[in-house]
């Protein structure tokens, strides 16, 4: 027989092992979606976006209703992830921004709702208002569909009145549930399942799991992204993905917030502190103070016509890695990645011939809650995995941590 001491360490081993978060890899519901520069209105100013969209965000009330007010920004959306989703049958496609910052998912904003032999109109009024933009309307339970991906009885937004949305239909929201409460106008203490959610009840997904992949492209419209439903996809990833717990920090744990600090070589420019990972923030966004540190570091100069820190060809040149150190692990924007893809300067009316850097201002310093915005341009040097099962996120290397295609 074993002694008791061996059996009590076995018994332990095993209880730890079984406590352990399992992922779940290669999962094969996956929705590529695309990324689009909206220039529907001319140039776009990112920086602007970016910030007004961050001033929502931290503009989270004590109650319900404020706290919807303050959700998202994405009038004139600069720079948006689509993805093309199929409502109804006879399925409509609607062209929906993919938003980690929000939860509720509606059509209309373009293309009119379809009703079709699938759609149930629960008579429940909606309405969110996202920073500069909004929609109101009723809510109707719908069948969504793409390749390899049905989700049956999704209580889907149909907008009557929107406004701040050109190009696109509405929202698919996978931001955390809680995000939807007070939309419901008659049951303000409601929530409404998100697609992450029905997809786990439904039985399809066995993990509230959402994994992300972009890839950095260099041309106005690309399908350069996926989702992967219920865990990750591991042809989209180098080595082992890393998790750190959700912050409790108000207000980013509101939404996918996490604690980090920011080197500049071997220099603090941000010490740990709360913030989020966001897929509708373009740039990547730090407290003032931390702004001031890196414009000095890197000898940047504010463009007047963007907006961006720009910096000369030799300045790039003798430029370091910028470090998001996340618990125990540390993510490195090489040089390359932290300048705008210079095949797009353009767009932003900036000249071809400058660079410019995706790092700016949040616009207010830290020790409130949100002092970070992680967006895409981080996102596409590192894998992201969204996990509400386990209350955390998840990042790793990809083939394009390193690549210098901008």
């Known amino acids: 027989m074993f002694p008791a001491a061996s059996l009590l360490t076995t018994l332990l081993l095993a209880l ?73 049958s006879p399925a409509t496609t609607y062209n929906l921004i993919v938003d980690t910052g929000s939860s509720n998912t509606w059509v ?27 929609f109101s309307g009723k809510t109707y339970n719908d069948i969504i569909r793409t390749d390899g991906l049905t989700i049956t009885k999704q209580s889907i937004g149909v907008a009557a009145t929107s406004t701040g949305f050109s190009g696109v239909d509405g929202i698919i929201g996978i931001g955390p549930l809680d995000l939807t409460e007070g939309t419901l106008t008659n049951e303000p203490d409601t929530t409404i ?28 419209t690309d399908t350069n992204g996926e989702l992967t439903f219920g865990g990750t996809d591991a042809t989209k990833y180098t ?5 750190t717990p959700l912050t409790t920090t108000y207000p980013a744990s509101y939404y996918w917030g996490i604690n980090e600090s920011i080197t500049y070589g071997t220099t603090t420019i941000l010490a740990e502190t709360a913030g989020i990972v966001d897929t509708g923030t373009t740039l990547i966004l730090i407290a003032t103070n931390a702004y001031s540190k890196y414009q000095s570091a890197t000898g940047a100069t504010e463009d007047n016509t963007t907006g961006l820190l720009r910096i000369t060809t030799t300045q790039y040149d003798d430029l370091e890695d910028l470090n998001f150190n996340v618990g125990s692990n540390t ?64 990042f790793a290397t990809t083939s394009y941590t390193d690549a210098t295609t901008n």
């Open 16 to 88: 730890s092992i079984a406590a352990s978060p399992v992922e779940i890899r290669n999962s094969p519901i996956t929705l590529p979606i695309a990324r689009r520069l909206n220039t529907s209105g001319g140039t776009i100013n990112i920086l602007q976006h970016d910030q007004s969209r961050a001033a929502a965000l931290k503009n989270v009330g004590e109650n319900t209703l404020n706290r919807r007010t303050g959700s998202i920004a994405v009038t004139n959306d600069a720079v948006g992830y689509i993805a093309a989703v199929g409502v109804g």
């Open 108 to 134: 209309g904003a373009g293309t009119a709702y379809v009703k079709t032999s699938t759609s149930v109109d629960t008579g429940e009024p909606v309405a969110v208002t996202y920073g500069s933009g909004s």
């Open 193 to 220: 399942p998100t697609v992450t959610d029905n997809l786990y009840s439904q039985g399809t997904i066995a993990e509230i799991v959402v994994g992300i992949s972009f890839e950095p492209t260099t041309t106005e």
């Open 239 to 243: 080595g082992a993905i890393a998790y």
């Open 331 to 394: 993510y490195a924007l090489t040089p390359n990645a932290q300048i705008w893809p210079r095949a797009l300067n353009t767009y932003l009316g900036g000249s071809a011939n400058y660079i410019y850097l995706v790092v700016n201002s949040i616009g207010t310093p830290s020790g409130e809650g949100l002092d970070f915005i992680n967006g895409y341009t981080f996102l596409e040097r590192f894998y992201s995995v969204f996990d509400t099962t386990n209350s955390r996120v998840g």
